[in-house]
């Protein structure tokens, strides 16, 4: 109880000098809990919405999915026929049952012809206005649909884009283009994450989305009193025997909750992965407070010892002080993680995902994970500084606070250190040299994770060097100021090493993704420009087909010498060895794209691949299977029949684009698929005629305008689409890299604070001497800046070599160029600057306030 009490006062005594690591403990379960609870809150949202607009029993087509999902490869939603509605109503048990048509297969533009969908990846949603979505939406301007004119749009989208009623609207389909005017306006009466969602009348919504009247996508039923879903879909199973896909509410909802938990279980563990990073910043933080506070009560744990304290009693006490430290950030930080997950609700809200607070959902396990979080990571964290605190002997009373440095302990240090970043490095260099990415992937984590704790354990080895040498760069030129800014930097390696060691995990994270992300696009670019011969390409970003009109139009452009159909087939593949291989690829394309990418052939001419029956096959798959010029593969497609189809070239495995793609021509697919089973175009190329580039270009814009969907692209268009898609993800990373980069500073600010506090006399007499007011604080800031300098040059050179070594396996995939983005590195190398800067403006004012006599006087 007296080691408790001795613990409490303590830690009230030196709370201003622990709320930096109470912070960075806060950040770190915030971030933890907010994210916890984000996910969670989007998973009650998505299960709201999934059970409220849920019918008891749904019938759909056969080939439909069961998340209820319409998307198809000939842009038409999977259907059945009327006459099903009218079987399900006989069937007893039946309330009531109605048909419903709708696709996601759409896109929908105002009257300039600008696109109506989310921003946000959410479905845009086109169909019949029933009894069902009556449920959950509610009529609140104007009236639904009655005729082919009139189209009801959502609220939200209404309001995103100013839509009023009499506004026209075009529903552009694989069918064709249909318009008409806003009739009426309905409101979500639950929460709608972001989906746009347009209402046709029955008719149609059948001839726009489907091209045919009489079908319908579901059957909505529901159930009378008493009957239980599962018996309704009993009853109607045994009723229309087998051909169609019938499922409870329960069922429904459970596959339309997996599929989004699929995403949102990689969003969480990725965002998790980055608060981890931060903890482990927050770690070296914690270890360096309480080290600080140790050395600077040698004298008290020494008279303690002296009057009857033994170490365990010591030890225990400062494993106290990190128990209320954890304790007390844990529990501030769980508190802000629901403000974080309130504002990443708001930033989802901003890019078109609507969350409502009142679905904010805080389940008991995220407060335990957080607390237990936070208090085992401090109470870990300050456990060797305990162990230094306990060895502390009685006659340490008798001496000035500061312990001793163990330069035997600092020996064997440096050797474990050496010896686990030559592991590391030995790692890397096997990750480096490997044949196959998947064995080099292992090689690569244990390399950076040896190397990251070897760079840690031996940072007070590297200290002594590179701080000298920054500063003969940069300090030396203050003269005096300098030198002494140097010596305070040079005075306790242990701790320079750990203070940039925090800096170093965040930069060298940093730099590894700058080196991978700038190699990936200089080595795509490379590819585009040694493999592509055609001129534009066409595609939609948002993974929309490319519809039958939209390739009529681009084929009308002027200027251009041929256009290039690319479509995607499935089929399974039986090879002569008997081997049958489900869910292959057929990419069917018409015979100039042999034209338009040069793909390299290890046997025969891949132009051959598009005579009739004939098909490709790229190299491994050729040596798994045997094959050879001349061998035959049955194809059996999807949508189709079995083809027989010729072996007519062996494509080589080492390329980026179409990377173990099986071609062949579109004439010979359209043999065996049904043209309405026909899949749409994934891709068009367009090639122009010779010094007709800016026309014809010019000619296929204008060609497609009236489908906002689809984006055409020359080759410095896709180079630039490519680099700023790879530079809008590593700016999402480098955004959740900055919890921890912000713990890191705190560790700056930490040190130095304590740094002041610990040379309280010493500054005292420098100033009694003659040091101004204005060269402390200059002395004090250019500490900060070499320690956070030194960080940095160790996490850059560090994430460099991780980098490197990522993109010598990225090669084994056809990435082969190494891009050092200097840019990047420099910029973050003087950034770094910036922040010792930002980091040293308190501890240098604090320090340039205290009164000399005082400072002088002090124990």
Not at 222 to 244: F, H, R
Not at 375 to 398: D, E, W
Not at 565 to 591: C, M, R, S, V
Request: charge should be negative; proline fraction near 3%.
């Amino acid at each position: 109880m007296t080691m408790f009490k001795t613990s409490m006062r303590n830690f009230f005594a030196h709370k201003g000098r622990m709320a930096l690591s109470a912070v960075a403990v806060l950040l770190s379960v915030a971030f933890v809990c907010g994210t916890l609870v984000f996910t969670d809150t989007m998973t009650t949202t998505f299960d709201k919405l999934f059970a409220a607009t849920a019918s008891d029993v749904t019938v759909s087509a056969e080939d439909a999915s069961d998340t209820g999902e319409t998307r198809a490869a000939n842009g038409k939603p999977p259907v059945m026929p009327a006459s099903v509605l009218d079987e399900v109503k006989r069937v007893d048990g039946v309330k009531s049952a109605e048909g419903t048509v709708f696709s996601t297969s759409v896109t929908v533009v105002d009257a300039d012809k600008d696109s109506l969908s989310p921003t946000s990846g959410a479905p845009t949603i086109v169909g019949n206005w029933n009894d069902n979505d009556a449920r959950t939406m509610k009529i609140t301007t104007g009236a639904a649909p009655t005729g082919g004119g009139q189209i009801m749009v959502d609220a939200d989208t209404a309001d995103k884009h100013g839509l009023e009623l009499g506004d026209e609207i075009g529903v552009i389909t694989a069918v064709g283009t249909h318009r008409a005017k806003v009739s009426g306006i309905a409101d979500f009466t639950v929460t709608n994450p972001g989906a746009a969602i347009f209402y046709l009348d029955t008719t149609t919504a059948q001839q726009a989305l489907v091209g045919e009247k009489g079908v319908y996508t579901n059957v909505n039923v529901t159930a009378a009193s008493g009957v239980s879903d599962a018996q309704l879909k009993k009853d109607i199973a045994a009723e229309l025997g087998g051909g169609y896909q019938i499922q409870t509410a329960k069922e429904v909802s459970d596959a339309n909750s997996a599929d989004v938990q699929e995403f949102m279980s990689v969003m969480k563990y990725a965002m998790l992965g980055f608060a981890g990073v931060a903890l482990l910043v927050g770690i070296f933080l914690i270890i360096n407070t309480f080290s600080m506070l140790v050395a600077q009560r040698t004298r008290e744990i020494g008279l303690m010892r002296a009057i009857g304290s033994s170490r365990r009693q010591v030890n225990r006490s400062v494993l106290t002080e990190a128990l209320l430290l954890g304790v007390v950030g844990s529990v501030l930080g769980i508190g802000a993680g629901i403000g974080v997950a309130i504002g990443l609700m708001e930033l989802m809200g901003s890019m078109g995902m609507k969350l409502s607070t009142d679905d904010l959902t805080v389940v008991w396990s995220t407060p335990v994970i957080g607390l237990v979080l936070g208090v085992v990571v401090t109470v870990l964290a300050a456990y060797l500084p305990a162990r230094r605190a306990g060895r502390i002997s009685p006659m340490a009373a008798l001496r000035d606070a500061g312990a001793p440095a163990d330069a035997r302990a600092g020996r064997i240090r440096a050797a474990i250190g050496l010896v686990l970043t030559a592991a590391g490095v030995g790692g890397l260099y096997l990750a480096a040299t490997a044949d196959k990415a998947t064995e080099g992937s292992l090689w690569l984590g244990m390399g950076i994770v040896l190397t990251l704790i070897g760079f840690v354990v031996v940072g007070p080895l590297l200290a002594g060097g590179l701080v000298r040498a920054l500063s003969a760069v940069l300090l030396r030129i203050f003269g005096p100021v300098g030198r002494l800014a140097e010596r305070n930097a040079l005075r306790n390696p242990r701790r320079t090493g750990a203070t940039g060691a925090a800096l170093m995990i965040g930069l060298a994270l940093v730099a590894c993704l700058s080196v991978v992300g700038s190699s990936m696009v200089a080595s795509a670019t490379s590819e585009l420009d040694k493999s592509v011969g055609t001129d534009f390409i066409v595609q939609s970003d948002s993974g929309q087909l490319i519809t039958p009109q939209a390739v009529e139009a681009a084929k009308k452009a002027e200027g251009l010498e041929r256009v290039t159909e690319y479509k995607l087939l499935d089929a399974a593949l039986t090879t002569p060895d008997g081997k049958t291989a489900k869910g292959g690829t057929i990419n069917a394309a018409d015979p100039t794209y042999a034209q338009d990418l040069r793909v390299e052939t290890v046997a025969g001419d891949l132009s051959d691949a598009y005579r009739p029956d004939s098909m490709s096959v790229f190299e491994g798959y050729a040596q798994e299977h045997g094959l050879r010029i001349g061998s035959k593969v049955k194809a059996d497609f999807a949508d189709g029949s079995t083809a027989t189809l010729t072996v007519r070239a062996i494509t080589s495995d080492d390329v980026v684009i179409d990377k173990g793609a099986m071609y062949a021509s579109i004439d010979t697919v359209a043999k065996y698929v049904p043209a309405e089973r026909m899949p749409l175009d994934m891709l068009l190329f367009g090639t122009a005629k010779d010094g007709q580039e800016d026309a014809a270009y010019a000619s296929l814009k204008a060609a497609l305008d009236d489908y906002p969907q689809y984006t055409v692209r020359d080759q410095t268009d896709y180079k630039e689409a490519l680099k700023d898609q790879i530079g809008q993800l590593l700016n999402m990373i480098y955004g959740l890299l900055a919890l921890a980069i912000i713990v890191a500073v705190l560790g700056v600010v930490n040190t130095l604070a304590l740094s002041v506090v610990e040379r309280t006399r010493e500054i005292g007499l420098m100033r009694a001497i003659g040091l101004s007011r204005r060269q402390l604080r200059r002395m004090i800031r250019l500490e900060s800046v070499v320690i956070a300098l030194f960080g940095a040059l160790l996490g850059l050179g560090l994430g460099m070599g991780w980098g490197a070594t990522a993109q010598q396996l990225l090669e084994l995939e056809g990435l082969g160029v190494l891009d050092i983005p200097w840019p990047t590195i420099l910029g973050v190398f003087a950034g770094s600057a910036f922040v010792g800067l930002f980091a040293a403006l308190v501890p240098a004012f604090r320090a340039g306030r205290m009164n000399v006599l005082n400072a002088i006087a002090t124990e």
